[in-house]
């Protein structure tokens, strides 16, 4: 079939690389591509961030797991990374627990001060700015053209069948009040020889995601937040608390502020919709989990289609 994808993200593309894989005549169109989506402000660690319902959001990310793991060894910018979420109160194990091949507690004594538990993995880690070029440059092989457009109606699009992957744009393109932004500020520092990722999810967010060049810190996670413009006073909140993690960081050089909208929602939308002038499969939602979804969703998504 003839499916129009809306959404340049990691979602809309990998959508289409499912779509493409499986036969179909796939066009992407999207308002901002690249750095100008919030994909591109990422840290990309894979994790179920502000996503659910907790089943299928499992489900999910075992399945995106597993897609971006077989993406290491070639040009997509994807590593397997090392790293511990530490916790100030004694925790069960997280709800995805299913989704990750181990996690392992870590020592007690081990941990920093301030901090009760915590737990250790290895998962991927996505230079986001790399994988959304190595997804448009593999489409564009396969004869998937990516255009740049603003779409004011689903309705007005050509295709057999749309794929909604707008994120934060389908509260109007969808008509869905639900969506709501959650800001996110993150400085970018210069890679000084760190490969451990570090979380703490307390208040306020705190993580240190290491990429092959760069070095993500964060964050902030303001609800119903949509300036994009940088606060000064969070990148110096954000640096500190990463310094008092990692102090090795202190020194290191700030290349870039970055501020992303992350689109939360109740509940991840994959839905098939049979109205209008075509069939819709919604797919968005994803809040700070877009990363860790996005191949996942991308395989109900062909099911829907289909």
Known sequence: MRVTVVGAGIVGLACALRLSEAGHRVSVVAAARGSATTSSVAAALWYPYRAHPERAVTR???????ALAGLVEGPAGVRMRTGTELLREVSP?????????????????????????????????????????????????RGVRVAGQRVGSLDELSGDVVVDCAGLGARELAGDRSVQAVRGQVVVVEQVGLTRWLLDQSDPLTYVVPRLQTIVLGGSADEGDEDRDVRPVTAEAVRARAVALVPALAGARV????????????????????????????????????????????EDVVTLVG
């Open 255 to 298: 290349l870039a502020h970055q501020v992303g909208l992350r689109p939360a929602r109740p509940a991840v939308r994959v839905e098939r919709v049979d109205a209008g002038a075509r069939p819709v499969v919604h797919c968005y939602g994803h809040g700070g989990a877009g990363v860790t979804l996005a191949y996942g969703c991308a």
């Open 60 to 66: 999910w990310a075992a399945l995106g797991y597993a």
């Open 93 to 141: 194990d997280p709800w995805w627990r299913d989704a990750v091949p181990t996690l392992d507690r870590v020592p007690a004594a081990e941990l920093p001060e301030g901090y009760a538990d915590g737990w250790t993995l290895t998962v991927p880690v996505v230079d986001t700015g790399v994988h959304l070029a190595w997804l448009e440059e593999t489409l564009a092989a």
